[in-house]
């Protein structure tokens, strides 16, 4: 075996334990064997790192747990609300090992679109972005509320927020998007789509092209009419919630 083959041997060996960790978050040993086939036994000294699977049984335990692991209920049952009923996903954005595997789920996901570069907003954007831009293997740019010390133009987009009827401006140093990108949009959470339209409008102004937009969390449906839903590019959303009265 050449050293390439050999390394991607043990890189496809350490996925297949880090997703089987991942999923031991909300499913059972039990669970967990039904799902693959292997003994509960094998499954915990997977797990606490006592050895590794094959290769051959790594790439089988990844297509199994593929196709029976349901990351939309792993994020619901890591979102916490307040008494408000405010939005906590603090242990979504820090969860590495999650937030790898949406990555990848977003790179499939987008199987056949050229992406050369990710934007987000700071803050709460930016740990997915990472993770995406990282799976794709491209750049990733993020705007922020306000002007960066050192950077002298900016692309400026001003905007609304409705539900506290204040103007946000965002900036993003000229240049950082070029014509010839295919730039993928993403946001950890989104509710009234004011702030994805302006990620929208700073492409756009730069002459780039839109390869998507992609919402770990969104809160209803009518964001995507504020975005364009009529666009040529996909929307998507990988967990939505109701809309609070």
């Known amino acids: ?59 089988s335990i990844l297509s199994k747990l593929e196709k029976g692991y349901d990351v939309a209920r792993h994020i619901k049952e890591k979102l916490g609300f307040d008494k408000g009923g405010f939005l906590d996903n603090t242990k979504i954005v820090g969860d590495t090992l999650l937030l790898r595997f949406i990555a990848n789920h977003v790179v499939q996901m987008l199987a056949g679109r050229r992406v050369s570069k990710v934007l987000t907003v700071a803050v709460d954007g930016i740990p997915l972005a990472v993770h995406i831009a990282d799976a794709f293997g491209v750049p990733f740019m993020y705007a922020k509320k306000d002007k960066e010390i050192g950077v002298t133009s900016f692309i400026e987009e001003t905007y609304t927020v409705s539900r506290a009827g204040i103007q946000v401006s965002l900036y993003l140093p000229k240049g950082s998007i070029e014509k010839r990108d295919s730039v993928l949009i993403t946001d950890d959470v989104v509710r009234s789509g004011e702030q994805l339209k302006a990620l929208v409008n700073m492409v756009k102004k730069s002459g780039a092209e839109i390869a998507g937009i992609f919402v770990l969390i969104a809160v209803g ?22 809309e609070q009265e």
Not at 223 to 231: A, F, G, P, R, T
Not at 234 to 239: C, D, E, G, N, R
Request: aromatic share 8%.
């Open 1 to 59: 075996m050449s050293s390439e083959s050999r390394y991607d041997s043990i890189k496809l060996q350490i996925r297949s334990v880090e997703f089987l960790r991942l999923a031991k978050e909300v499913y059972s040993y039990q669970e967990l064997m039904k799902l693959t086939g292997i003994p509960i036994t094998v499954l915990n000294r997977y797990v606490k790192g006592h050895i590794l699977p094959s290769p051959e049984r790594a790439a």
């Open 221 to 242: 449906e009518r964001w995507k009419k504020e975005v364009d839903e009529s666009s040529e590019y996909a929307i998507h959303s990988l967990v939505t919630l109701p």
